[in-house]
């Protein structure tokens, strides 16, 4: 069965502090994506990862990919209270033009 | 913003209607997926458009269903609805060619179906 699991599902963490999200995938992809939702909100894209060791930063936010072991992660540093929301990867299967959302992490940040 | 837009916003049916949801892409693009999110899960795919043929589908029953125009503008019809159907639906326009390719997506139909 075709799976993309995050974890974990919800994070509240203090501001200031670190943490990393994980995603894990059961199929073989060509590209995996992070999107960020805010509550009642339409998704945003955050980085498109393209081949295995990419690594994309963007503010407190980086995101890398390991394609042997199906794994990518979202490390946040010194979080923010405007970094909550709710975080969503996602992989194309190779040779198809479908996609395959994850679970979904919702992060609070406590000021 | 992302350029792409969506009608309409809300939308309530009852069980056994159908319904039209509408998407405009972004300026340029050529490719266009189509999501069900139902509360509190992630989006599912139902399928995908690339230059007005359908190219790839999800675990969607036939009726739903798609189009894709000329001017890349998008609909999805869903047949003899059912209340699991309530959800939020989101297209998500992208530019096809290799490599990387970035989704962005409208802000969505929200559908209730009683």
């Known amino acids: 069965e075709l799976k993309v699991e995050q974890n974990p599902l919800f994070l509240s963490m203090q501001e200031g502090k670190n943490y990393t999200i994980y995603c894990n995938y059961s199929?073989?992809?060509?590209?995996l994506y992070w999107y960020r939702q805010d509550p009642g909100k339409s998704l945003e894209s955050l980085f498109v990862l393209l081949s295995n060791g990419a690594v994309k930063q963007e503010g407190r936010l980086m995101a890398s990919l390991d394609t042997k072991a199906r794994l990518s992660t979202l490390h946040i540093t010194a979080a923010v209270h405007d970094l909550s929301a709710t975080y969503f990867c996602?992989?194309?299967?190779?040779?198809?033009?479908?996609?395959?959302f994850g679970t979904g992490t919702r992060l609070k940040v406590l000021a | 913003e992302t350029g792409v837009t969506q009608s309409p916003t809300h939308l309530i049916k009852t069980r056994g209607q159908q319904v039209t949801l509408r998407c405009s892409s972004q300026?340029?693009?050529?490719?266009v997926s189509w999501y069900q999110q139902a509360l509190g899960q992630g989006p599912q795919f139902i399928f995908q458009y690339y230059r007005e043929e359908e190219n790839g589908r999800g675990n969607f029953p036939p009726r739903f269903s798609g189009l894709q125009f000329p001017n890349y503008s998008s609909e999805l019809n869903v047949n003899a609805l059912e209340l699991d159907d309530s959800a939020l639906y989101l297209c998500?326009?992208?530019?096809?060619?290799?490599?990387?390719?970035?989704?962005?997506f409208g802000p969505g139909t929200r559908l209730l179906v009683l």
């Open positions: 199929t073989t992809s060509d590209r």
């Open positions: 996602a992989v194309d299967i190779t040779g198809t033009y479908k996609y395959i």
């Open positions: 998500a326009s992208s530019f096809r060619a290799g490599g990387q390719e970035t989704q962005y």
């Open positions: 300026s340029g693009h050529n490719t």
